[in-house]
T-cell receptor, first 116, second 112 residues
Framework: ETGVTQTPRHLVMGMTNKKSLKCEQH?????MYWYKQSAKKPLELMFV???????ENNSVPSRFSPECPNSSHLFLHLHTLQPEDSALYLC???????????????FGEGSRLTVL | GENVEQHPSTLSVQEGDSAVIKCTYS??????FPWYKQELGKRPQLIID?????GEKKDQRIAVTLNKTAKHFSLHITETQPEDSAVYFC???????????FGAGTRLTVKP
């Protein structure tokens, strides 16, 4: 399969559960991202892994924990979430040059998370 | 940090008419401005982008204009078609995707 693949596409979990979202990119990119998409709000950047560097949005709660074992795989570990965390979580990848130049973001189709 | 405002939040046009979506940004150092289209239930996809060294860029029926002095940029779609119906997001970034900020989106409906 080509492009950016996310699993699961849909996830329902209770507030005490632990689950993980998975993202895989087959584009040879060297940067991967997690975005949160809530209704009528801007796409919110949560985490970036790029050229061995991790960047995070300081407003993201610690109940979200990213993991990037290699340049093709990205995980988002979820623990003791709240109902307001229900949203579409989008993974993206891009190519970044050594100078940090901006590249097109290629998004996955998202994981729709519902927290009960 | 960067703040991107996008208007309108919804836009309905008749097929064949033009559609314009406007965005403003706050960080004068931003120099990359992409536009993404997200069809219902699908992933956002880049449709056009512009860098700060040009004022306008066109690709068939789609064009983007940038006014760096006023810190605003706009998406123009001419001869709209029903398949243009989607949510459109603008974004602004200083030099890499670490600091890219998106607008809240515009839901465009093209009525046949």
């Amino acid at each position: 399969e080509t492009g950016v693949t996310q699993t699961p596409r849909h996830l329902v979990m209770g507030m005490t559960n632990k689950k993980s979202l998975k993202c895989e990119q087959h584009l040879g990119h060297n940067a991967m991202y997690w975005y949160k998409q809530s209704a009528k709000k801007p796409l919110e950047l949560m985490f970036v892994y790029s050229l061995e560097e991790r960047v995070e949005n300081n407003s993201v709660p610690s109940r979200f924990s990213p993991e990037c074992p290699n340049s093709s795989h990205l995980f988002l570990h979820l623990h003791t979430l709240q109902p307001e965390d229900s949203a579409l979580y989008l993974c993206a990848s891009s190519h970044r040059g050594l100078a940090g130049s901006t590249g097109e973001l290629f998004f996955g189709e998202g994981s729709r998370l519902t927290v009960l | 940090g960067e703040n991107v405002e996008q208007h309108p939040s919804t836009l309905s046009v008749q097929e064949g008419d033009s559609a314009v979506i406007k965005c403003t940004y706050s960080d004068s150092a931003s120099n990359y401005f992409p536009w993404y289209k997200q069809e219902l239930g699908k992933r956002p996809q880049l449709i056009i982008d512009i860098r700060s060294n040009v004022g306008e860029k066109k690709d068939q029926r789609i064009a983007v204009t940038l006014n760096k002095t006023a810190k605003h940029f706009s998406l123009h779609i001419t001869e709209t078609q029903p398949e243009d119906s989607a949510v459109y997001f603008c974004a602004a970034s200083r030099y890499n995707n670490n600091d890219m900020r998106f607008g809240a989106g515009t839901r465009l409906t093209v009525k046949p």
